[in-house]
Structure formats: C-alpha cells, structure tokens
T-cell receptor, first 110, second 120 residues
Framework: GENVEQHPSTLSVQEGDSAVIKCTYSDSASNYFPWYKQELGKRPQLIIDIRSNVGEKKDQRIAVTLNKTAKHFSLHITETQPEDSAVYFCAATMGGKLIFGQGTELSVKP | DTEVTQTPKHLVMGMTNKKSLKCEQHMGHRAMYWYKQKAKKPPELMFVYSYEKLSINESVPSRFSPECPNSSLLNLHLHALQPEDSALYLC???????????????????FGEGSRLTVL
C-alpha cells in the first residue's frame, strides 16, 4: 500500500551538531519528495524538496539526498540551532496524493 | 500574495451545531486540499479539489461536506460532529492538481495556518 516510513520519531542534538532524518517509501513511481517543518502551533512549511531525477539538493544548512533504487531519502541539517527545533515531516507523491511520514520531533539543546 | 488564508482560527462547537470553515487563496492555484491534523501527527488528506471539482475524497464521513464555490475559495461544512473530530484543519493549495502518477502539480503545497476545532 501507500506508505512512507520516517525515523527516528524523536531526535535530540546539541547546538552545532548535525541532524539526520530518514524516510523510506513504497511506490517506485513516486517522483516528488518534499520536507516540511512544523513549529508548535504553526502551519507546515516547505523547507526543501527533491525530484526523482536528482540525487542531492542543498540549501545552506539543509540538504536532502535521494536513493531511488533503495527507495529512501534523507534530510541533513548541519550546524543545528535552537530555532531548528520543530517537527519535521517527509512526504512522497503516490497515487496522485502526497503521503506524509509520521514525523520527527527535533530538539536542539543550547 | 503567497498566502492561504483560513477562517476562523479557532472554533468550538457542540455536537448538534452546524458550522463552516473557510479557505481562500489568490495565487491562481487550481488544486485545493483539506487536511486534518492531530497533535504531533502528520496531516491526513481529506479532500482534493481539482479545477473546482472534487477529485479525491478519502472516505471522509458525510458529517464533513466540502464545497468549492470558485477557484479561490474552499469551504468545509461541519454538521453533527463527534468529539474525536477535534483537530487542526488545514487548507492547502498547489499550482496544479495531482496527476495520475502522483505529481502534485509543479511542486509545493502551500498550507494555511489552520482552523483549530474543538467539538464538545
């Protein structure tokens, strides 16, 4: 079925460390993979996305990698800051819909 | 204008009430969505409108009734809700509708701030 698995569910890092969140998806036809950040009480906001014809994309401290063969993609945040603390959702398009992972609650400790 | 605007921000209703949530976007997007979100859980898709026509209904109970009066507006009519329906209701839009092979338009879903619904 349509499924996106996301790990870990919680992640705690020290300020300045890197954080990595991983997702796997079930449909080999998926071709769009966005990452959303949701702060407490706020809307989900797109932070980076990648399409299936690209293996890696970077935007300042944030990068996403995609391995189509293995059907997994990862979010990398370097030099983490307290304002990076939020819930992060990966997603993948399947069957005309955007399917979300279960979310990772990232806590960056000063 | 890159905003999706939702009203009201907060709504408390009894199980016998009838209320509506409203959503508006002026980005020229042709796909609009309703999602339901519980705390720290992912958004769950409820409905998709594509070119003002309902294209996806994720087996949502009939006590939720969507309406798309025009390309900029999306409503969600609520009637006889249950306490378990309490959640954050998010509206979203995208430039073009989802395609048969899963392309969500040309990319980004723009979310509104949501309407926080409490059913007593």
């Amino acid at each position: 079925g349509e499924n996106v698995e996301q790990h870990p569910s919680t992640l705690s890092v020290q300020e300045g460390d890197s954080a990595v969140i991983k997702c796997t998806y079930s449909d080999s036809a998926s071709n769009y993979f966005p990452w959303y950040k949701q702060e407490l009480g706020k809307r989900p906001q797109l932070i980076i996305d990648i399409r299936s014809n690209v293996g890696e994309k970077k935007d300042q401290r944030i990068a996403v990698t995609l391995n189509k063969t293995a059907k997994h993609f990862s979010l990398h945040i370097t030099e983490t800051q307290p304002e990076d603390s939020a819930v992060y959702f990966c997603a993948a398009t399947m069957g005309g819909k955007l399917i979300f992972g279960q979310g990772t609650e990232l806590s960056v400790k000063p | 204008d890159t905003e999706v605007t939702q009203t009201p921000k907060h709504l408390v209703m009894g199980m016998t009430n009838k209320k509506s949530l409203k959503c508006e976007q002026h980005m020229g997007h042709r796909a609009m969505y309703w999602y339901k979100q519980k705390a720290k859980k992912p958004p769950e898709l409820m409905f998709v409108y594509s070119y003002e026509k309902l294209s996806i209904n994720e087996s949502v109970p009939s006590r939720f009734s969507p309406e798309c009066p025009n390309s900029s507006l999306l409503n969600l009519h609520l009637h006889a809700l249950q306490p378990e329906d309490s959640a954050l209701y998010l509206c979203a839009s995208s430039q073009a509708p989802p395609g048969p092979r899963g392309v969500v338009g040309t990319g980004e879903l723009f979310f509104g701030e949501g309407s926080r619904l409490t059913v007593l």
